[in-house]
């Protein structure tokens, strides 16, 4: 039926259509599927805000709205200090990042059963996808912020502002590899996502986001546990970098100054989000493993 | 045994699914009873291997419960075999569903991108196809619309239409071209003719088998997992009807092999009319003229108000009559052991060519079928006419006076 002479010889080799695959032929794939993973971060924006009346600066607002009701309340309160809301908005958004990686990833998958089941693609497309969105989020709320330090000429530590690129590839990571192990897990225990719900509760008391780096760091002290307990948390280091550098080492304002965060050198910072990166780059390393292990009965489970 | 010339290499595939009675689907479950669960398992592919050339199309046929859902699955990647390989050379693009990844509240032209993008195509590529894409989905006016103000129909040309712009070494489908229209249906096959004519690979599941004998070059057939015929198109549909006819009656279920003679149309033999009952051998008649043919019964349970169908097309498998003898008026004796009728065609206005028989034997009671015998016999016209076409008519031309 088909003209021998006039057919394409093809000149590639065999290849196995499913199976196990290196680390490296794993991120190869998914390399190929870029296109695909942008248009699933485009896709996730565009129908979000397709029919609201704001459209994405949604997004902006939130940081603004926060920053109102958390004045208010702490006004209200008597608590905290100076500028209290814009130092909480400094770890809020780094911290929101994270969490809402982490839930929507963990359903990327079970949401997405049909599409599993009918089309061949790397799945590890889908929880990347959405660690892509959140960091979509990050940028327009990180915008939002920037322009309220502009707004009220807060005094930004320069000499810490270069770190916060490495801050925010250390959060990714973390999603990232966290994204992989939670969406492949759900499919196989549909608990999981609730599970994450109790998990990242009590992370964020973990993270020194509401409360400042200093008080925890001594009541640690005063009960005997050393502090560097609180690095544990891959989400700390990434939070204290942008309080540092955004909003400053001692609280703003007249009166006496306390010490939020430790007196440490920018290259301090800059080792211990290295220690982070370096280790969950290792867990990241895993968590394709597991995913690529996990993906070969994927279509079935579902 | 691979070649430089396999396209697809389905390697001794086997797949078992462990399916639990009472599935475990969370930690708090699986806290509770440990690991304790009970399966069945169930064996959709035993040791099947295949291996499709370069340029060829193969057909796919099997029953529901057969395994061809689940081979295509294997092939396309998404399943992965529990023992054995498949192995493709080059870009291999399963079209198993239509519009993958369309959301509704986007537009079509970002529906296209996001469908391509699933099919691994880069945005380049994409770009480079689009205007292609779009007209061959004819939705130029509607492209920027969002698809959920599209018709099902718009909606299925335009996930076909992104999948045949793919450019593929191989490309897999199965029943999702079922769907649409006849001129959309038309369309489908002209592309899949092209992908031909350019040496592309392709495999088709279906249950369709016309569309085989159409298109394939080859067909091979599932049954229970197993495959038990690879070869001629026309000789695998055979088998399949027969063996579908197998599992209908009260016989005991053949395990695999091939049907040759017995099945209960025994046998089938055409003779000019009249003619001599045992004289054999190849004859022809013209147009206008008598065939018999000699059907040999042999039940396996006796049938009370029997109906013989008869379907004669030519050697394009262009249908040619149809009709059984319920329809025609004509009355079937019970049939309780076996015995023979014939069944007269008694004027056969029909041009030269050769035309095959396909006889069924169903019961009018209950609709079942006895026996079903493809392509049973052939009988051969040699017209001395000039015409061309497939029926005879007398024409005749006179002069009006006036």
């Not at chain 1, 994270?98 to 599409?115: E, P, V």
């Not at chain 2, 190849?282 to 003229?289: C, D, Q, Y």
């Amino acid at each position: 039926m088909a003209d021998t002479a006039a057919s394409p010889a093809v000149a590639a080799p065999l290849r196995p259509m499913s199976g196990r695959r290196t680390t490296r032929g794993h991120l190869a794939e998914i390399g190929r599927y870029g296109e695909l993973l942008h248009m699933l971060v485009r896709k996730e924006l565009t129908v979000r805000y397709k029919n609201s009346l704001l459209g994405f600066t949604w997004s902006m607002l939130q940081p603004l709205f926060y920053l109102v009701v958390y004045t208010a309340v702490f006004a209200i309160l008597g608590a905290g200090f100076e500028r209290f809301a814009v130092w909480i908005l400094c770890g809020l958004l780094t911290w929101t990042l994270i969490s809402s990686s982490l839930t929507t990833s963990t359903t990327s998958i079970t949401a997405n059963a049909a599409l599993v089941g009918k089309v061949k693609f790397p799945r590890a497309v889908l929880p990347l996808a959405s660690v892509g969105a959140a960091l979509v989020h990050f940028c327009l709320q990180f915008v939002a912020l920037v322009a309220v330090l502009a707004a009220l000429r807060h005094p930004v530590d320069w000499s810490y502002v270069w770190l916060l690129p490495f801050a925010l590839l250390t959060a990714l990571v973390v999603c990232c590899s966290c994204a992989l192990l939670l969406a492949a897990a759900n499919v196989y225990a549909r608990d999981t996502a609730h599970l994450l719900d109790l998990l990242v509760l009590g992370w964020f008391w973990a993270t020194p986001v509401l409360y400042h780096f200093g008080r925890a760091a001594e009541w640690l002290e005063s009960i005997g546990i050393t502090p560097w307990v609180l690095y544990g948390n891959p989400a700390t280091p990434v939070v204290i970098t942008f309080q540092r550098a955004l909003y400053g080492r001692d609280f703003v304002g007249a009166g006496d100054s306390i010490s939020l965060l430790p007196h440490h050198a920018p290259l301090w910072y800059l080792g211990v989000l290295g220690i982070t990166i370096g280790l969950w780059t290792a867990v990241g390393w895993v968590a394709l493993r597991v995913f690529d292990r996990a993906e070969v009965n994927l279509a079935e489970t579902l | 045994m691979t070649s430089d010339a396999t396209a697809v290499a389905v390697e001794q595939v086997s797949k078992t699914f462990r399916i639990s009675t009472d599935p475990v689907m969370s930690f708090k479950e699986r806290l509770v009873r440990l690991w304790r669960t009970s399966h069945v398992t169930f064996d959709a592919l035993r040791d099947v291997s295949i291996d499709v050339r370069q340029g060829e199309t193969v057909g796919i046929i099997g029953h529901n419960g057969s395994g061809k859902s689940t081979l295509l699955k294997c092939m396309a990647g998404i399943i992965t075999p529990t023992s054995g390989q498949v192995l493709v050379r080059g870009r291999l693009t399963s079209l198993l569903e239509l519009g993958a990844g369309f959301h509704p509240e986007l537009s079509g032209r970002e529906n296209v991108y996001i469908n391509a993008a699933f099919y691994g195509m880069a945005r380049k590529e994409i770009d480079r196809r689009f205007d292609e894409i779009v007209a061959f989905a004819e939705l130029d006016r509607f492209i920027d619309e969002p698809v959920k103000h599209y018709s099902s129909g718009m909606y299925v040309r335009l996930g076909f239409a992104v999948a045949v712009n793919l450019d593929p070494d191989v490309l897999l489908v199965d029943e999702v071209l079922a769907v649409g229209d006849e001129l959309f249906q038309a369309k489908c096959l002209s592309r899949i003719k092209q992908f031909q004519r350019e040496g592309r690979t392709i495999v088709f599941v279906t249950h369709d088998a016309a569309t085989v004998r159409q298109i394939c070059d080859r067909a091979v057939v599932l049954d229970r997992g197993s495959v038990i015929v690879d070869g001629r198109p026309d000789e695998a549909i055979s088998t399949f009807r027969e063996h579908l006819h197998g599992s209908l009656s009260e016989r005991p279920a053949l395990d695999g092999e091939a049907l040759g003679d017995g099945g209960v149309i025994a046998e089938v033999a055409s003779r000019p009319a009249g003619a001599d009952g045992d004289r054999s051998g190849r004859f022809h008649i013209e147009p206008g003229g008598g065939v018999d043919l000699r059907i040999t019964l042999r039940p396996v349970s006796p049938i009370a108000e029997p109906i013989v169908a008869i379907e004669i097309s030519d050697r394009n498998d262009t249908l040619v009559y149809s009709a059984d003898t319920d329809g025609l008026g004509i009355k079937v004796p019970p049939i309780e052991e076996a015995c023979r009728l014939v069944l007269g065609l008694e004027r056969v206005w029909l041009l030269s060519g050769e035309f095959h028989v396909s006889i069924k034997l169903l019961d009018r009671a209950d609709g079942a079928v006895h026996g079903w015998r493809e392509h049973a016999t052939t009988f051969e016209v040699r017209s001395p006419r000039r015409a061309e076409g497939i029926a005879a008519i007398d024409v005749t031309l006179r002069r009006e006076p006036g």
